[in-house]
Nanobody, 121 residues
């Protein structure tokens, strides 16, 4: 089995910074694309940013220039650096990853349990 564990959420003031981490562990042969999504209660989960196994990134227009996604393949970890945060960034943030458990298995998508980010003064 594979687990994704997020950390780094919390309360931050508008204009401040926060860094989220998500570490994958378990039976892992390879990790493909990884990403961050966020969800406000009562609304659909939305894409924040993704990063491929080779390091190519993309992000939502709403966070472009403020958030940066990165990964450490040796640690099976993906990060989300959040700068110049705004109240509208308040949400539960979830990481996901496409994981291959063995050389012969198919790729499966896994999700973390989520970490709350609240932007408020």
């Amino acid at each position: 089995q594979v687990q994704l564990v997020e950390s780094g959420g919390g309360l931050v003031q508008p204009g401040g910074s926060l860094r989220l981490s998500c570490a994958a562990s378990g039976s892992i042969f390879g990790i493909g694309s990884m990403g961050w999504y966020r969800q406000v209660s009562g609304k659909q989960r939305e894409l924040v940013a993704t990063i491929s196994s080779s390091g190519s990134t993309s992000c939502a227009d709403s966070v472009k220039g403020r958030f940066t996604i990165s990964r450490d393949n040796d640690k099976n970890t993906v990060y989300l650096q959040m700068d110049s945060v705004k109240p509208e960034d308040t949400a539960a943030y979830y990481c996901n990853a496409y994981v291959q458990m063995t050389r012969w298995s198919t790729w499966s998508r896994y999700w973390g349990q989520g970490t709350q980010v609240t932007v408020s003064s």
